[in-house]
């Protein structure tokens, strides 16, 4: 079998961002002003059935910002899951507050059964605000991660939010053009349902910017504090803005215009994308149905996920090698693979924080392998790589 190299999550461009990019440098438009600023939020914001977006130099970025406009400070707690991408918890520390980490469940989401019972054994309600009896400390807000695009329960996430008026930012950074097929939220993507919520355009999402992220809110106060936050908070009126008028401590965080003209481009091609990434999917799916101790972890029903990542459950008995093993046989061969994110609760940082009957992710962790999942991959390339498992 002739050696192949297959990136794990490669960008795929195409000549029209040429134009765009051409446009920006002739203008003189390459930094925080420009038309593709306002026409990719615009755009973003259609596609996912909102009136506004307000865009942003990353994902983090967006969460930081959201996190504000929320009311989180150093007085607060905030829920988030322990198997996730690091970017999702540090922006709890930007503010001065404290992660309180919870398992998950089968979709690789947040464990809303054990959120339901932290809150009921671990608290107590005053009425108004959520207390955490170990720290003392008020619990704010949950951020709800959409892992590899599938999506959590938000119809119970919501419930539970509303009866301890909790606020709630959906980590949509992984999951757009994700969306519900049934249920309460039928109709709506991913990140439309919360307070607020993000997207991120980095080089291994399904659409790229290079970096950048995307806030929406159907609170349109919110997002016009979040324009105004990633602005430096710098004051509009002409006036003001010819004297440099700063009205608080904001962030120089607004996307830029060159990243935007890649991203008026990117989602138009979003539900090809799509199609593509679940194509691909279902290509390994029965490419390793036979296969002993392997299984791909399945998107959830009642929703159409983007199928961005695709996840090996190795079982290392059953299949005779350990996912580790696996792993590096594969990239040995020229196949970029990795295993999910080490839980956050383990990293130096937050060694400290407050973490609650983790346990699932503990064995996800030992056990995904992330293969393959590029936009430009072929289903040739997918039995390819398949083949490769197969041949331990």
Sequence with gaps: MEKKQIQLSLPNLDTEIVDNLRECIETGWVSTGGRFISEFEQ????????????????????????????????????????????????????????????????????????????????CKFDGQNLINKE???????????????????????????????????????????????????KGHFSGTIADMGVYSFNANKIITTGGGGMIVSRD???????????????????????????????????MLNLQAALGVSQIDQLETFINTKITNYNVYKEELKEVQGIYILPFKEGARANHWFYSLYIDNERFGESRDELMHRL???????????????????????????????????????????????????VRYICELIKNK
């Design 43 to 122: 755009k973003i914001a259609k596609y996912v059935g909102v009136k506004d977006a307000v865009s942003a130099q990353s994902g983090t970025a967006g969460l930081h910002v959201a996190l504000r406009i929320l009311g989180v400070s150093s007085e607060d707690e905030v829920i988030v899951p322990t198997l996730t991408f690091v970017a999702a918890v540090n922006p709890i520390k930007y503010l001065g507050a404290e992660p309180v980490f919870m398992d998950c469940d089968d979709s690789l989401c947040l464990d809303v059964n054990k959120l339901e019972k932290f809150f009921l054994e671990e």
């Design 135 to 185: 720290s003392g400390k008020t619990i704010k807000a949950i951020i709800v991660v959409h892992i590899f695009g599938n999506l959590a329960n938000m119809e119970r996430i919501m419930d539970i939010a509303g009866k301890y008026h909790l606020k709630v930012l959906e980590d949509a950074t992984e999951a757009l053009g994700s969306y519900f097929t049934s249920g309460k939220y």
């Design 220 to 254: 349109q106060a919110y997002l016009d504090e979040a324009r105004y936050l990633t602005i430096t908070a710098k004051e509009t009126t002409p006036e003001e803005a010819l004297f440099f008028v700063h009205g608080e401590v904001g962030y120089n965080y607004r």
């Design 331 to 381: 990239i040995d061969s020229g196949i970029q693979c990795r295993p999910i994110w080490k839980l956050i609760h383990t990293l130096k940082p937050y060694l400290r924080s407050q973490n609650y009957e983790i346990e699932k992710a503990i064995d996800y962790a030992d056990h995904i392998l992330n293969v393959p999942c590029s936009t430009n991959l072929t289903s040739q390339e």
